[in-house]
């Protein structure tokens, strides 16, 4: 039986067993490459999603937890920055992953996912969140390249940005 996903602002039917991770759903079926595979145990944030808004682990979040929710994977950010701030286009990046290209913050690629997920939902709820908060949201999120602070300059970058000043 299928299973009716909205991601990305694009309603998709999958055909996979109810326990299936969405994780591979969104690897293998949608061939989505932001969430990656790290741990496959929800501890080190590379695989995470925003479900309905909140960052969630795609790697033991089964797809019968998220059917009829809204998905967004790193792809769909910029769409869903430009639905929040009711922006009638959507710009090509959201401020967010332009900030961690202009502050060069990730190497490897392991965790680009999970932070800017991560900094992209804390950036949503807190407009200016302090060196503290942005610590805290960063929390379980692994960086095998120790770019914690090359991070923390994007994130207050993008705040900045979307504050509408200068970056």
Not at 69 to 79: R, V, Y
Not at 81 to 100: E, F, S, W
Request: hydrophobic share 40%; charged share 15%; aromatic share 4%.
């Amino acid at each position: 039986m299928p299973t009716t996903l909205t991601v990305n602002r694009r309603v998709v039917e999958v055909e996979a067993a109810p326990d299936t991770p969405l994780l591979y759903v969104l690897m293998n079926d949608l061939e989505l490459q932001g969430p990656r595979f790290g741990c496959g145990l929800a501890q080190c944030g590379s695989c995470s999603v925003l479900v309905d808004g909140v960052e969630t682990r795609s790697c033991v979040t089964p797809l019968e937890r998220v059917a009829g929710k809204s998905i967004t994977t790193l792809e769909g950010l910029s769409a869903w920055y430009a639905q929040q701030k009711k922006l009638a286009t959507a710009p090509d990046l959201h401020p967010l992953q332009q900030a961690v290209i202009d502050e060069q913050a990730i190497q490897c690629g392991y965790c680009y996912n999970g932070l800017i997920v991560k900094g992209a939902e804390l950036l949503s709820q807190n407009a200016q969140p302090t060196d503290q908060q942005i610590r805290t949201a960063m929390n379980g999120h692994l960086c095998r390249c120790g770019t914690y602070p090359r991070m923390m300059k994007a994130i207050q970058r993008a705040a900045r940005t979307m504050a509408g000043g200068a970056a």
